[in-house]
């Protein structure tokens, strides 16, 4: 997926082609749902803003006038996020530890288990994360990272790998910053 690629599919939907959306989509949903995890931090919640975020991008694509496509639908998914997240935020939370026989559990998750991810986005930079969110888990090369962040490929390259060594200590325990 490139920035050509895309842009020539938003084309092709403007143009009537409904089958570009499916293009849109395949090219774009795991930044997507990276983009809005990261702001609501539960996974159900992310895929239904994520859901949001393709119905609120196909009703207003006549109002895209073109561009970066992916910066565009992150957008929308920020946005989409935050509304989300502030929506949640209102409900009342729940102990589980003293209320969890009415839930049907007392354990919580374990610490492990909220995974590597959430540990590398507090540890990251935002652009870092989303260099190694895009590289590694959405498989983009790291061409197409830099031109969908208007970058050179050797600063994607050396922010990825940075990113990666860093992690790497976090995980091995040897965090000497």
Request: with cysteine; proline share 3%; net charge negative.
């Given at each position: 997926m490139t920035k050509e690629s895309l842009e020539q599919a938003v084309t092709r939907l403007k143009s009537g082609d409904k089958g570009a959306f499916d293009y849109i989509y395949d090219s774009t949903y795991k930044?997507?749902?990276?983009?809005?995890?990261?702001?609501?931090?539960?996974?159900?919640?992310?895929?239904?803003?994520v859901q949001?975020?393709?119905?609120?991008?196909f009703r207003n694509m006549d109002k895209f006038d073109g561009g970066n496509t992916l910066a565009w639908l992150t957008t929308i998914a920020k946005r989409l996020a935050l509304n989300a997240y502030k929506r949640?935020?209102?409900?009342?939370?729940?102990?589980?530890?003293?209320?969890?026989?009415?839930?049907g559990s007392t354990e919580l998750p374990s610490a492990?288990?909220?995974g590597l991810i959430a540990e590398a986005e507090?540890?990251?930079?935002?652009?870092?994360?989303?260099?190694?969110?895009?590289?590694?888990?959405?498989g983009y090369r790291r061409r197409e990272v830099a031109k969908?962040?208007?970058?050179?490929?050797?600063t994607v390259t050396h922010r990825y790998t940075t990113a990666l060594k860093k992690l790497k200590r976090i995980v091995d325990g040897v965090d000497d910053e």
């Open positions: 930044v997507v749902f990276f983009v809005v995890h990261s702001v609501v931090r539960q996974r159900e919640t992310a895929e239904d803003v949001d975020v393709y119905i609120t991008a949640n935020k209102r409900e009342k939370p729940t102990d589980f530890q003293t209320d969890g026989e009415k839930y492990e288990s909220m507090k540890i990251l930079s935002s652009e870092d994360f989303e260099i190694v969110v895009m590289c590694a888990i959405a969908l962040m208007d970058m050179p490929v050797s």
